[in-house]
């Protein structure tokens, strides 16, 4: 399946519907004879979020499922009287999922730049999963998909490795994810400062910078602005010891 993306020069670089994770509760239901498709009385499409926003806080009662259509968030907690970044979602990706049952936000979600995100209401989604058992299916399909992307990336990310390990883990599972959603895995934005990524791993800012050069020189990345290149997708495989991504 070839994906496009609805990008021009004015616009954003919107991920295909059909690679987004929402996907699968958004398109037509067959009940019988009948599709029902809830897409334009259930789904609120690309709701715009300025750069530096928060889309929810932690602790808000959680009532809408979010899906980013463009841009990136990072996801905060508060603990002990300070914010720590616990992860990043890139667009095809849900938001906070988990919602579903505790009915809290359980963390925050900050636009790391201008953002689009469609929203489903929670207690929307639910009516309709009760009376369509189909619907049903598919939302439980799309949250434990969710749940074991989300565990994978923790098992990849927050082993027993080094910090040079970790900062290639944290590329490669980028990558990854990038590809998932329909995009190029081997060039992307790179949207959080070395700062967040540094609170994400556990690690110093400046070892943060050094091992982004030391990758570099080592001529496994290249990073100019914002933008990441991976240049040997095998080798930087081979230095993290996973393979997720072909090379074909």
Known sequence: MSVKHCKTANTPDYVACDACKLSPICTPVNVGEH??????????RRHFFKKGTFIFQQGDAASLI?????????????????ERVIDFRIPGELVDISSLNEGL?????QALEDTYLCEIGKETLNDIASQIPQVQGRLMNVVNKELNSIQKSAMLLHGNVNSEEKIAAFILNLAWRYSLSGYSAAQFKLTMTRTDIADYLGLSKETVIRLFKKLQQAELIKIRGKQMTILDMDKLQH????????SS
């Open 35 to 44: 599709a029902y498709d809830f897409t334009g009385t259930m789904v609120k």
């Open 66 to 82: 979010y899906a980013i259509s463009a841009g990136t968030l990072k996801l905060l907690v508060h603990v002990k009287g300070s």
């Open 105 to 109: 936000h359980t963390y925050s979600a």
């Open 239 to 246: 230095f993290v010891g996973i393979k997720l991504i072909s």
